[in-house]
């Protein structure tokens, strides 16, 4: 073992449970984090990451477990650290910025309150003011600035006085889309830069890809699957962790064994996928893919192409070109999306997919698809929760 291996968690999270009257928000999560890593909780709302956001701020007290810092408890059912001692900041979905402050002076705020040296807060502030390009709008007040003016301002009041640990709650939600995608990748980018250890809460899929080190995949309180981004996505742990990852086609049928593993038989057609290698044969499952997994081969006397052939590999070598099922549907309707168009098609059994092509299709229009077997989930429908 090397020494990094030995190395204490920064964050260790043991059996936690939280009750709100009769509704169990957490129901025993545990995760240790590493020190310099960023972890995304994704979940939608209800399944109990802002409530563990509360826990590990201190904002809340737990029921059951512990939650430590650098080996101490910060947090227990016995009683908690509180927020302030713990050198935790977090940055709120509202931003929550004095609006009678400059830039300047929330930034400073709680260097000011540790009673720093007014030539060190001017240098520190500086810096931050630079690298978060706020340089030119240190005087302005927080109504004054546009929203990802005032999200960089949370973030350098949060980095301001160096916290062990930075906690983001749905940091990007209130920014339109263009500015999502740009903070997103600045932010990923001066959090790897700082070597700043990151918990960072989204609803966001495509965000919490472009943050993480690893993927913490929540669901009614408890932990779904937590793995890297890559790992999440290539082999979901669970239907639901499928369909969050944006594996939105479900087609239910049966079990069935292949020369190459495990199908599902749905009507006339079978279609290998992965995941359901232990079920027995003839139990009801249900396959996930993604519109995006789809490769089109042709309709009639044209050739249809799709921008989108992603079978040829993800990290781990996982997927492979070669080792697709080919089937065949039937289009309903075809709706413009900007880039592609969005193909509405129904299975001989009548089941409703999503896919992805370069031109509308007549509805009615029999088309022929394939299907790499890494890219279709395969998942019994008895051993799901929930």
């Excluded at 936690?16 to 890593?37: F, I, P, T, W």
């Excluded at 997919?353 to 008895?382: F, M, N």
Aim: with cysteine; hydrophobic share 40%.
């Amino acid at each position: 073992m090397n020494g990094a291996s030995r190395e204490r968690p920064l964050l260790e999270i043991k059996d936690v449970a939280k009750c709100y009257e009769s509704h169990q928000a957490l129901g025993g999560v545990s995760l240790d984090m590493r020190k310099g890593e960023i972890i995304s909780v994704l979940g939608p709302s209800g399944c109990g990451k802002s409530t563990l956001l509360q826990l590990i701020a201190g904002l809340a007290l737990p029921d059951g477990g512990e939650i430590l810092l650098e080996g101490a408890v910060i947090s227990s059912s016995r009683g908690m650290q509180p927020p302030e001692k713990r050198g935790v900041n977090m940055v709120f979905q509202d931003y929550a910025l004095w609006p009678h402050l400059s830039v300047f002076d929330n930034i400073a705020y709680g260097l000011k309150n540790r009673r720093m040296d007014r030539a060190d807060i001017r240098k520190r502030v500086g810096e931050l003011l630079e690298m978060l390009q706020l340089v030119g709008l240190e005087k302005r007040l927080p109504p004054q600035l546009s929203g990802g003016q005032q999200q960089r301002v949370a973030i350098a009041r949060a980095l301001a006085t160096q916290p062990r640990l930075l906690l983001l709650d749905e940091p990007l939600s209130n920014l339109d889309m263009r500015l999502r995608i740009e903070m997103r990748t600045e932010m990923a980018y001066l959090f790897r830069h700082l070597g700043t250890s990151v918990f960072h809460v989204t609803h966001d899929p495509e965000e919490a890809f472009a943050m993480a080190d690893r993927l913490l995949i929540m669901r009614s309180g408890a932990v779904d699957q937590i793995g890297t981004p890559a790992d999440c996505y290539a082999l979901p742990a669970s239907r639901w962790a499928a369909s969050l990852l944006g594996a939105i086609n479900r087609i239910e049928g049966t079990i069935v064994r292949t020369a190459r593993g495990v199908g599902l038989r749905s009507g006339s057609i079978v279609i290998e996928g992965v995941g359901a290698e232990a079920v027995a044969e003839g139990s009801e499952a249900e396959l996930l893919f993604r519109p995006d997994d789809v490769v089109f081969h042709g309709s009639g006397e044209a050739e249809i192409t799709v921008a989108a052939e992603t079978a040829a590999a993800y990290e781990g070598g996982r997927r492979q070109g070669d080792d697709r099922t080919t089937f065949g549907l039937t289009v309903r309707h075809s709706t413009f999306e900007g880039k592609r168009w969005r193909i509405v098609a129904n299975t001989d059994a009548g089941q409703k997919l999503y896919l992805l092509g370069e031109r509308q299709l007549p509805p009615g229009t029999p088309i022929t698809v394939s299907l790499p077997r890494s890219a279709a989930y395969i998942y019994d429908k008895s051993q799901e929760r929930g």
